[in-house]
């Protein structure tokens, strides 16, 4: 890692989270487009769960990881806070793997 | 500043501390990650300060430490870290109108300070919301590099702790609201099957940009679309 490719990773990822608000600023947006751009941001995020909870490197996780998360989810349902989901899930991955579930 | 601890509701604040506090045990594994890619520590702190995304610290530092290019290392970053600028695009009311509230709000972008803003049932609370979170975050992220990468070695895998799973099923439960909407909920799984269908074959941050074809489930403008925010 070099200090110029850490000022280009940092300057490009500033300007990109910078350029979608920028955008916004000086579009007027019709509302059907807003509600859009609101569902993309849930597919984005619904994306990034399930890449995340499923994938590693490329390939499968494993079972423990998304078993887990599944636990956290469960848990949400139930309307519990946050912090207990969190732990819920990751209570549930680590209990797995210990039991030798990868 | 200071007003905002006495104004923000219990659970807003429990919430936030809980993954502000799970930021320090990722970043500690970033640290350590860079650590033992022999990362200069300046280097790896300016890194947690200044680009402050997780995902693509650890995929850059990775390619770095199987060899690879910086110039690769900083494509596949920007690559990872384009979801932003559609996030930007739907969220940026969060940050406030100000000048510099913009400038300073635009670095606090991260995907759990999104949905966990997002999910707040109105705007004032989640502003306050972003702005809370996202400050936790930064600190927790940028206190667990620095301790990761002075410890080193020294820091346990954080996939012992089941970490990996927490931050996934934070997301989804913050997500869990917007999806009792029928649109959403077709647009998410649409969304997240294409990624998943994907990810095999493409580089990483591509797989999540594609969820965005989910919307062509988006189906036709509810009667009731005038009363969104």
Redesign the interface.
């Known amino acids: ?10 300057a ?3 300007l ?10 000086r579009l007027t947006i019709p ?2 487009v ?23 490197g ?2 499968f ?1 494993g079972w ?3 078993a ?2 599944a ?3 469960l848990a ?2 139930r309307r519990v ?3 207990v ?2 732990l ?8 797995l ?1 210990l039991l030798g579930v990868s | 500043m200071c007003s905002i601890w006495r104004t923000t509701p219990r ?1 807003d604040l ?2 936030a ?3 502000g506090a ?1 930021m320090v045990v990722v970043g500690a594994s970033f640290g350590a990650l ?1 650590a033992s ?1 022999h ?2 520590l300046l ?2 702190v ?2 947690s300060v ?4 997780g995902g ?1 610290q650890f995929l ?2 990775a390619v ?1 430490a199987a060899g690879g290019a ?2 690769a ?2 494509l596949g ?2 690559l990872l ?13 969060f ?1 406030g109108r100000s000048w510099p509230a ?2 300073l709000g ?2 606090l ?1 991260v ?1 759990e300070v ?2 966990f803003a ?1 999910s707040r049932p109105d705007p004032v609370r989640a502003r306050r919301a972003y702005w809370l979170l996202g400050a936790l975050m930064f600190v927790g992220w940028n206190v667990g590099t620095l301790l990761g990468a002075l410890a080193g070695t020294a820091v346990p895998d954080p ?18 609201p ?2 009792r909407e029928a ?2 909920a077709r ?10 269908l994907v ?2 074959r493409a580089p ?1 941050g591509l ?6 074809a ?2 062509v489930a ?1 189906g036709r ?1 509810p009667k009731d ?2 009363v ?1 925010s």
């Open positions: 890692m070099t200090g110029w490719a850490v000022a280009a990773l940092a490009g990822t500033y990109t989270r910078l350029s979608g608000l920028l955008l916004r600023r509302v059907r807003r509600r859009l751009l609101d569902l993309g941001a849930t597919a984005l995020l619904a994306a990034l769960v399930a890449t995340a909870a499923f994938t590693q490329g390939g996780a423990a990881r998304p887990g998360v636990l956290g989810v949400a349902w806070p946050l912090v989901v969190v819920v899930a990751a209570g549930g991955t680590a209990a793997r | 659970e429990r919430d501390v809980a993954l799970a860079a890619a990362v200069p280097l790896t300016a890194m200044f680009v402050f995304a693509s850059a530092v770095i910086p110039l290392a900083v970053g920007l870290n384009l979801r932003h600028l559609p996030f930007g695009l739907a969220v940026g009311g940050v913009r400038l635009t670095h972008m995907d999104i949905a997002r996939s012992r702790f089941g970490m990996d799973a927490a931050f996934p099923a934070a997301l989804l439960a913050l997500l869990l917007a999806l649109d959403a647009v998410a799984l649409l969304g997240a099957a294409a990624a998943l990810t095999p990483a797989p999540v940009l594609l969820a965005l989910g919307l988006a403008a679309s005038e969104m």
